[in-house]
C-alpha cells in the first residue's frame, strides 16, 4: 500500500492528571499503534483546555519557552516557564506551573493561604518581552484568592483599615478595606489578556468559586463558607471602589475566582481554552483526509461534557465528517451521552482491577498496551 493510500490518523490527547503529560500520553498511543503493525501515517497533536499541558500544546507548533523564578502557591521560591509564540508577540502562561495543585503535597493543600503571586509574576516577566497578548490558563490551580495574589505582583496594592498590606491567599481578603491600582504599570492598558477556560461558574454562590472548587483545594465546610464570605467582601469592594461588578460574571469563577479578578482590572476577555488551542496549532487543516482522531484525558466524566478537551476536538472532528475514538484512563459516563458529543466509543487503559496508584504509575505502559489493542481492531476493520 502506498502512502496516499495509508489511513491518516491523528492522536490528539489531553494530559492524565498526576501521571501524564498530553504530549506523554499522545507519544504512548502512538507507539503501540506502530507496534500493532497497522499500516497508517499517525501525527501528533497534543492538546489542552486551559489547565495542566496548556503551555504544551501551544508550543507543539514552536515558539520559545523562557523560565523565570517565582513564588509557588506557598509563597517558596521555584522555576516556572512561560512560552512565547506569534514572533513573540503573544505569551503562553499556563498558571498551574506557578499557582497549581500539583506544586503541593495533600497534606499543604489550603487555599486560606494559597496564593496566585507567582502566576503575576510569569505575567510581569512576559510584559518585560513587550508581548501584545497573554493568553492564561487557569486549569488546576490551588488557589481561591481572587486573583488578588497575581494582581499584588502586579503592582495592586491591598491594604486594611490601618493601611497595611493583608496577608496573602483567600484567607487573607477578610480584612481588606482599600484596593489601590497606582502601582499597576501602565503598559497593561495595552495588553490583551485572554482567559483560557471552559469553566461558566460564576464568582460568587452555590455555583461560584469556593462551594464549587474550594472542596478541590483542601478547603473543609467551614472554610468553604469563609473563603464565599472572602470572596463576596473582595468583589463587593471592588464595585464599591472600582465600579466594575463582577460578582456574578459567568466564567468569573475560574480557578478560585482568579478570572474574576483580571476581568475587574486588566483588558481581559475569556475564550474557550481547546477552541484556541485547536486553532492555534490548524487543527481544522490537519482534518484534510485523516480517517480517525484519537483523543483522550484521565476520566471522561459529565464535566468532560461542558467543554473539556476532547469534547472540542470531537466536535470539531465530527463537523468534517471525522470519527473521533476515545482512550482514557478513567470512564464515568454513558456511552449513548458520549455518542451524541461526537465520541464514537472511548477506552480505558486499566485492564484488570489494580490500585488507582499503580494505574497511575503504569500510565504510560497501560496506555501503549490500550493503543495497540485498538491497531490490532483496527487492522480487522481495514481487511478487504
Known sequence: MNERERMRILVSSGAFKQSLTATEVCAAIAGGLEESGLDATVEQLPIADGGNGT??????????????????????????????????????????????????????????????????????????????RIIIGLGGSATVDGGMGCLSALGLRLLDASGNAIPVGGGGLEPLATIDKGGIDGRWRDVEIVIASDVENPTLGEQGAARVFGPQKGADLAMVERLERNLHHCFTLVFEQRGVDVRAVAGGGAAGAFAAGLLAF???????????????????????????????????????????????????????????????????????????????AAFSIVDKPMPLADALADAEDLTRRAALRLGYVLQLARRD
Open 266 to 344: 486588566l483588558n481581559c476577555k475569556i475564550e474557550s481554552g481547546i477552541d484556541l488551542v485547536l486553532a492555534h496549532n490548524r487543527f481544522r487543516e490537519k482534518l484534510a483526509d485523516c480517517a480517525l482522531v484519537i483523543t483522550g484525558e484521565g476520566q471522561i466524566d459529565a464535566q468532560t461534557l461542558a467543554g473539556k478537551g476532547p469534547l472540542g476536538v470531537a466536535k470539531l472532528a465530527a463537523a468534517h465528517g471525522v470519527p473521533t475514538i476515545a482512550i482514557v484512563g478513567g470512564l464515568n459516563i454513558d456511552d449513548r451521552l458520549l455518542r451524541e458529543a461526537g465520541v464514537q
Open 55 to 132: 503551555l504544551d500544546a501551544f508550543l507543539a507548533s514552536g515558539g520559545e519557552r523562557i523560565r523565570v523564578p517565582v513564588m509557588d502557591p506557598l509563597m517558596r521560591p521555584i522555576d516556572a516557564d512561560f512560552g512565547l509564540i506569534d514572533a513573540g508577540r503573544t505569551a503562553v502562561i499556563e498558571m498551574a506551573l506557578a499557582s497549581g495543585l500539583e506544586l503541593l503535597s495533600p497534606a499543604e493543600l489550603n487555599p486560606l493561604v494559597a496564593t496566585t503571586y507567582g502566576t503575576g509574576q510569569l505575567m510581569a516577566a512576559a510584559l518585560a518581552r513587550g508581548v501584545e
